[in-house]
């Protein structure tokens, strides 16, 4: 645990080694571990490498008031901790918009963007669902036969990985996490001011064919709005890809890497 300010405490998993240091944001309902596969191959590579669990979710400490521009203010404290500059990184889903705002006023080595975007970002069920989930119906999930029962619906693919991903990351049974998500809502990265020089850095994007929340055409969008970039599909994988299809993911990550090493 990292003390960050007052009161807040992020939950971390970090190791030493080569610049640009790999910075892994999770997406909502999630945690550090969601991206285990990548941040295990950075460590074998003697990458620098940061995951954290955001404000609200998994072991850190909850906000009083969630915002992107809070779980951004943090963020900078915590690479300054760690004496990191300028990171590569590496985000999914509703941590895509976290990293567009952070790259937007920060100097990063470049950005991969797994799974999400930067408006229209939330499906018309997820609110109302959201909302009972927030106002209890989280609470069946502490059965852990209704944690197995959603599972397929999250991910088709059935691997011993994607079962440690599940362990790792159940449906949780916190308000904080959900409170937390309200904050994407009718969310615009283009009503907030950004660099230009935002737009020159080298991202990538990813996303699967079978997800819901993302797709290809959206993928397309996203890349072709940078001067710098690429976009990778997935057909056969769904909103977790990077947990899905790991080896992939990472290949393509130390592509990239290693192509826009600063």
């Known amino acids: 645990m990292v003390p960050i300010r007052p009161g807040v405490e ?11 240091a790999l910075v892994f944001l999770h997406g909502g309902l999630g945690n550090r571990f969601n991206w285990r596969r990548q941040f295990e191959w950075a460590q074998q ?7 954290y669990d955001l404000g609200g979710h998994g072991q850190s400490s909850p906000y009083g008031r969630y915002s992107v521009g809070r779980h951004c203010r943090d963020l900078s404290r915590l690479l300054a901790h760690f004496t ?5 990184l590496c985000c999914h889903s509703y941590g895509v918009p976290i990293g567009l ?6 100097a990063a080595a470049g950005l991969v963007l797994i799974a999400g975007g930067t408006h229209d970002l939330a499906p018309w069920w997820e609110s109302p669902l ?12 502490r059965f852990p ?20 991903y599940f362990a790792e990351n159940p ?22 001011k950004s660099s230009q020089a935002l737009w020159q850095l080298p991202v990538l994007t990813i996303t699967g064919g079978r997800d819901p929340s993302f797709n290809f055409s959206m993928g397309e969008q996203l890349a072709s709005r940078f ?5 990778l599909h997935f057909a056969k994988a769904g909103h977790i890809v990077m947990a899905e299809h790991p080896d992939e993911v990472n290949a393509a990550i130390t592509d990239w890497r290693n192509h826009h090493r600063a």
Not at 10 to 20: D, H, I, K, M, T
Not at 45 to 51: C, D, E, I, P, T
Not at 130 to 141: A, C
Request: with cysteine; glycine share 6%.
């Open 45 to 51: 590579q003697g990458w620098q490498s940061l995951a």
């Open 171 to 192: 449906i949780p049974t916190d308000a904080h996490s959900y409170k937390a998500m309200q904050i994407f809502w009718n969310y615009n990265f283009f009503s907030q």
């Open 130 to 141: 959201m909302r009972l989930m927030g106002l209890g119906l989280r609470n069946v999930f």
């Open 101 to 106: 705002e952070w790259a937007s006023r920060h």
């Open 227 to 231: 001067k710098h970039g690429q976009h």
């Open 84 to 88: 990191i500059k300028k990171p590569l």
């Open 145 to 164: 036969a209704l944690q197995r029962w959603i599972q397929p619906v999250i991910s088709a693919h059935r691997t011993p990985l994607i079962d440690l």
């Open 10 to 20: 992020l939950a971390v998993s970090v190791c030493e080694g080569q610049f640009p």
